[in-house]
Nanobody
Framework: QVQLEESGGGLVQAGDSLRLSCASSGRTFYTNCMGWFRQAPGKERESVAVVSDDSTYYADSVKGRFTISRDNAKNTVYLQMNSLKPEDTGVYYC?????????????????WGQGTQVTVSS
């Protein structure tokens, strides 16, 4: 079984930065896609940033402010969030595909973490 665990969320003010981390544990698995998703209150979950073996994809709303990175050896993914805005508030989930997935920006994603809360006050 594969577990993903997020950390690094919190309450910050607009303009601040946060760095989220997602570590995997359990059985060893291969994945070429890892990503961060978020769900704001009353809204559907949306893709924030995903990373494949050689590419990254960002939602338009976070381009230039967020940076996704990964440690392939550890199946760990990070999200550096700068210039945070109140509209970035939500629960952030990390996810990974099981095996090779051709289009990381669409998935499907098979493994999900429990989520970490990010709250940005104005």
């Amino acid at each position: 079984q594969v577990q993903l665990e997020e950390s690094g969320g919190g309450l910050v003010q607009a303009g601040d930065s946060l760095r989220l981390s997602c570590a995997s544990s359990g059985r060893t698995f291969y994945t070429n896609c890892m990503g961060w998703f978020r769900q704001a209150p009353g809204k559907e979950r949306e893709s924030v940033a995903v990373v494949s073996d050689d590419s990254t994809y960002y939602a338009d709303s976070v381009k230039g402010r967020f940076t996704i990175s990964r440690d392939n050896a550890k199946n760990t993914v990070y999200l550096q969030m700068n210039s945070l805005k109140p509209e970035d508030t939500g629960v952030y989930y990390c996810a990974a595909t099981n095996g090779y997935t051709r289009y990381c920006n669409t998935g499907p994603y098979d493994y999900w973490g429990q989520g970490t809360q990010v709250t940005v006050s104005s």
